[in-house]
DNA sequence: CCATAAGAATGGTTTAACCATTCAACAAGG
DNA sequence: CCTTGTTGAATGGTTAAACCATTCTTATGG
């Protein structure tokens, strides 16, 4: 066999027990025999079963905590559940990238920029008749709640409208996409921006627009229109960014 | 205060001695005052610094090393080294929502077509002359593994462009994404897709195009081409998936 | 100069015990 | 009968001390 074609073998792994427990367990869960809601033993019985001593058992558990897989629980009846994978991991992991200076909140910001309006453009062209009800419900409250000033719940109300529309798009991996980018973001723009009824006004005239052309299955719109309504806000978190310059010293890079 | 506006208490936490290691070592971490490639005490050095016994500093390491914060090495000036954090917790926690049937290799598909299209749009809005010469040298090549039918080596400078593309978009958060994406993406289509001579020539013609466009500025073209390039791509995917039906019984789920 | 062996440093694992939390069953008092 | 408090068992959380396995360095001998 020729060097450049043999198969790309793994280095040997070290024989990490734990590791092979978790990998064990985890199979388990993708397999599906084990079940999200379903318990595993209690430590003491699968230190048994594994024959293995209870540390290592438990060095196991809690990588496949650290992985989102199981939860464990204190007391009677307790013990590691199998959970539903969900966004915490994604969202944690991301977190990371922006606080080790990986990633800097402008790229999170562009790249948000795009994906929303990618999720547009699905709902544009997949939006059906009872969806576009439920938007223009949406938006018929967010109008009321601008005339009444109230901001906090505009912007539950706006939040709602994304969602709704990420849920339109039928993307799983966009829908999650967005959520952890908003997570990880929010963090940022709830300590910066303050909202006034000025820019309830502004925000409130972009969900109409897009609403619009998501109903008119105008896609290209609809993107080109959530794109600038995130592009718009992302201006604003640069300048206060710039303004506050002690937040955050070294050229966009969060500390 | 209303009970609209009560501040969002967090759940008391449970009193977890290895996650308040855990939460120190990574803010140290985070903070830079442990930088990449620093090291850690010994265990046994460390469990006196902390005063807890060496089986819960244990359980807070194997956290840190499935962060991805750190990494432990066996033997003689081994230990726990402190690393950059990279992409590869992200790819397997999406390897994993893949497998869980939280994510269908569509969603995934539609999703990388989206952000190619991204991708490729900023790399037209901000390549240089340099930029532009080192792309069109990629494809010179690329051509010329095509003439050659070197099928690993074409497949090999296709990569390679669409990564130096990536550079150019200046996004980290792009640059990752496509690499999670396409890591957890190559596992299912390596299997699956065989490349003929037809295959080359049309991937080479798509390259030549998006390179063109970005080129020439033309930033809406170079999405478009690079999404119909990943659509494509798709599209074939399906076809043999839903040939192999075997490989996936529940409607694009894996299992 | 190189090969090999010995030893020390370090992570990996085991054992056995005890502490802390939770829940259910039961008892006491109203 | 219902409420309230008590107690005990089940379970995860933590400790301690020892030993094993891997890796690097150093000394030894050819």
Excluded: W
Excluded at 6 to 12: E, H, K
Excluded at 69 to 94: M, P, S
């Amino acid at each position: 066999m020729s060097p450049k074609k043999s198969a790309d073998f793994q280095q040997v792994k070290k024989s990490r027990i734990f590791q092979d427990v978790v990998n064990q367990i985890q199979e388990a869960i993708l397999n599906r025999t084990l079940q999200p809601g379903d318990m595993l033993p209690p430590e003491r019985e699968l230190r048994e079963t594994f024959n293995i001593s209870r540390g290592t058992l438990r060095e196991s558990l809690r990588v496949l905590e650290q992985k989102g897989l199981i939860e464990i629980r204190l007391g009677t009846g307790g013990g590691a559940v199998v959970k539903n994978a969900g966004t915490e991991q994604l969202t944690e992991t991301l977190g990371l990238m922006i606080r080790s200076g990986t990633l800097s909140v402008q790229d999170i910001g562009e790249f948000r920029q795009g994906m929303e309006g990618q999720i547009a453009r699905l709902a544009a062209q997949r939006a059906t008749a009872d969806d576009i009800v439920r938007l223009e419900c949406l938006v018929d409250k967010a109008a009321a709640m601008t005339d009444k000033g109230a901001v906090e719940a505009f912007l539950d109300t706006d939040q709602a409208i994304h969602k709704e529309i990420g849920r339109i798009a039928g993307n799983a991996l966009y829908r999650y996409a967005a959520q952890v980018v908003h997570d990880n973001i929010r963090k940022y723009y709830d300590d910066f921006l303050e909202f006034t009824q000025e820019r309830m006004d502004e925000n409130l005239l972009d969900l109409k627009g897009i609403v619009a052309a998501i109903r008119e299955q105008r896609h290209q719109d609809a993107a080109s229109l959530a794109e600038q309504h995130v592009h718009r806000f992302n201006l604003r978190m640069q300048e206060k960014e710039s303004r506050a310059g002690s937040y955050c010293p070294s050229g966009g890079r969060l500390c």
